[in-house]
């Protein structure tokens, strides 16, 4: 049985690999080029503290999608021989005042675990400032991942199941069982009446090249953030503006990033980044991931994921993947 998915982001791309693997005949049509946006885009934090503050549904989904995303890797590289980076270096998360410092104290949803640092422990593990840091703690679960790595691999598993890929192929509207994973744009195909809008929320990226290993761990402040790959290639973000579809380098923001950068990691960060970038988020009207069978059509939604469509790709394939079997059958 044919199955049609619009948009082959890293959502498109691991719904299409599950589903080559239950046995459907599957065509990804995107756009534009394959994994071209907001997936290329993305940092690739696996971090449900920094992102979950209360506990819910997509909470425990994304502390789910954490846990298993090591074996959603090694199944990957098996398949494909395509190397990933992936490690579980874990996240200092920074005070630098009383009003944060309660902050980071308060009780977190299930599933997420913090232990305490000192800030002195804090400072041997990563080049934080030498002072005005009032409080660290450590997540020590919480991973990176490069997500044109995952994309790559991606691309190459559904290679070998016959996935057929097609680039510059838009969706206008659904004809046949369709998956809509096209992010930020899915309320621009016909048919979805009802649904929740899809919109972008821009963000800036700052990239410096590094010493190995000169980042261990993920480090936050807020909504700042930087992590290293395993090359030394670090990046520090992000910003947000919603609505906003140009992709643009906007130098004013850069400067804030960049001085954001210097308060939070002065010894690394202090110079101009080598690369700067921006992307589309995937924004959804319900404020969560719209991840959904539409009733009575062979229609499955599966966008929105906003900051966190790296960290829920394995999840929201096999949520995908269960109802489109429960509905059609296997393939
Ligand atoms: C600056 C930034 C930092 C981020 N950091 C992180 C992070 O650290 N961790 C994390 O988990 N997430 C992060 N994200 C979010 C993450 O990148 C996204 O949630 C994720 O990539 C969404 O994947 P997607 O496949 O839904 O969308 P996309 O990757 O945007 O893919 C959608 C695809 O659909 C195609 N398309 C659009 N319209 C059509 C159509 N009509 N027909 C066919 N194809 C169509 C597009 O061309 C595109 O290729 C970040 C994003 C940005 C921008």
């Known amino acids: 049985m044919r199955v049609e998915i619009a948009g082959a982001g890293i959502i498109g791309l691991s719904i299409a690999w599950r589903l080559a693997q239950a046995g459907y005949q599957v065509v990804v049509r995107d756009a534009g080029r394959v994994a071209g946006e907001s997936s290329w885009a993305g940092a690739g934090m696996l971090t449900p503290a920094g992102e979950f503050h209360e506990d819910s549904r997509w909470t425990q989904v994304a502390v789910q999608s954490l846990a298993e995303y090591g074996e959603f890797v090694e199944e990957l590289t098996l398949a494909t021989g395509v190397p990933i980076d992936f490690r579980v270096c874990g996240t200092m998360e920074l005070a ?31 080049p934080i400032p030498t002072s005005g840091v009032r409080a660290a703690r450590w997540f020590p679960n919480e991973a990176v991942v490069d997500p044109r790595n995952v994309c790559e691999a991606l691309v190459a598993a559904c290679g070998k199941l016959g996935v057929e890929i097609r680039e510059n192929d838009r969706v206008e509207r659904c004809e046949g069982p369709t998956v809509i994973a096209s992010g930020a744009w899915a309320s621009q195909i016909e048919g979805l009446n009802g649904a929740p809008r899809a919109f972008p929320v821009k963000g ?30 670090t990046i520090f973000g992000s910003d947000e503006q919603r609505d906003v579809w140009d992709k643009e380098v906007e130098p004013e923001r850069v400067e804030a990033l960049k001085a954001a950068a210097l308060m939070l990691l002065p010894r690394l960060l202090n110079r101009d980044p080598d690369l700067v970038w921006a992307g589309l988020r995937p924004g959804s009207g319900i404020g969560e991931p719209v991840v959904e069978k539409v009733e009575g059509k062979d229609l499955w939604l599966a966008y929105g994921h906003f900051r966190n469509g790296i960290l829920m790709a394995n999840t929201t394939a096999r949520m995908i993947t269960e109802s489109v079997v429960a509905t059609l059958g296997k393939g």
């Open 96 to 126: 630098f005042n009383d009003a944060e410092k309660e902050a980071l104290d308060q009780p977190r949803p299930d599933g997420i675990y913090m232990e305490e640092l000192t800030v002195s422990g804090a400072r041997y593990f990563a």
């Open 204 to 233: 800036h990226l700052l990239g410096y090249h590094c010493k190995k290993e000169s980042l261990p761990p993920i480090v936050r402040h807020g909504h700042h953030y930087a992590l290293q790959r395993e090359n030394g290639f």
